[in-house]
Structures are given as C-alpha cells and as structure tokens.
C-alpha cells in the first residue's frame, strides 16, 4: 500500500511588511515538533542560525532547559524584520519515514504567486532545501542558483532575488555558523540586517 499523501499542517506566515519569503520543502512529521511553526524541528538548526545572526547568540529562541523553541518569540521576531514562512509543497507522500527532500513526493506544489500577492514589499524568495529550488524554478521557468548564490525571477510586474540557500538541517555538512554567513548575504541584500 502506498503512502498517504500529507496535507500541510500549518498557514502560511505572511507578515504584510514581509522583505523576504522563505520556503522549506515540506515540515516534518509532527512527532518531530517542538513548537507549533516552522523549521519546528529540535535538531534543525534554522532558529539557531538566526539567533547567531541578529543576537550573537545560537541559544535566543530556545527555551531554556526544554528541548523547544519560543514559538512567541520567533513569531515576533519574524514579523518585526519581514520575514514571511511557508514550504513549496501543500500537500506530499513520504517515501520514507522522514522530512529528506530526496524522499519527498510532492503531490501538490505551492502557488507561490498567491502568497506574493499577499506581499507586496517581497523582494526575495529564499529556499532552504532542494526540492523547493525545483518547485521555485518550475513555477517561475528560471534557472535554479548554486548554494549561497541568487538568480532573479519575474513574478508578475515585479523582478525578485531567487537565493538558494544551505538546508539548516543538521545532515547537512557545514558548521552551523559557515551556514549563518550564507544567510547573512540574504539578509543583507533585502536590508533586514
């Protein structure tokens, strides 16, 4: 029997001020949470890499003593700088017991274009995995950029800065703050940092 197909969890986070919208693949499974948001993860480093970022300190999302992020806080955080969140799939099969986009059948992409048009100060899509690369490039017919690097895409009237970004999963073979710098560029080049 196949694998049933997996409706995303979570609304899309569209904060009207949004500079910059970051899309993973897909979340994991809810037995992985450790909040109620994205990149939920306990051993996701996402939050841990933002936190090095603007405060110097890979622990600020973190609850102390707890083995979860202060959904709160990110919340907060993410709608003070612009940072809008959700993944380039709605809906998915595993094919294996995981979140690894190489075993991640997506049944239904995103319409990136909607959630754009909830964002009109949007000046960058950024993905953080493979897989939404691929969705991004499809959606929008332009190449997909190496890691650490842009391309830009047309998304209606408006051209936007396409980054592809390393996973901030711990598979991922670079030091937590080798990943912090790839992102600082993003940050940087749409003025939240």
Partial sequence: MANPIEQHPLKPFLP???????LGSFPPKRNRWSMEFFY???????WRIVGYLFFGNKHHFEIKGE????????VNFCASKGIALFDA???VRRLKDNASDKFLEVATPTDIQALLKALPACQAIVVTGEKAA???A??????IPSVGSFTSLRAGARTLQFWRMPSSSRAYPLTLEKKAEFYRKVYTAVGIF
């Fill in 89 to 91: 799939a709605t809906a």
């Fill in 67 to 74: 083995k979860r992020f202060d959904k709160e806080r990110i």
């Fill in 16 to 22: 009207i001020n949004a500079r910059v919208l970051m």
């Fill in 40 to 46: 939920p993860n306990w051993i996701n480093d996402m």
């Fill in 134 to 136: 691929e969705i991004v």
């Fill in 138 to 143: 499809a959606q929008f017919g332009c190449s």
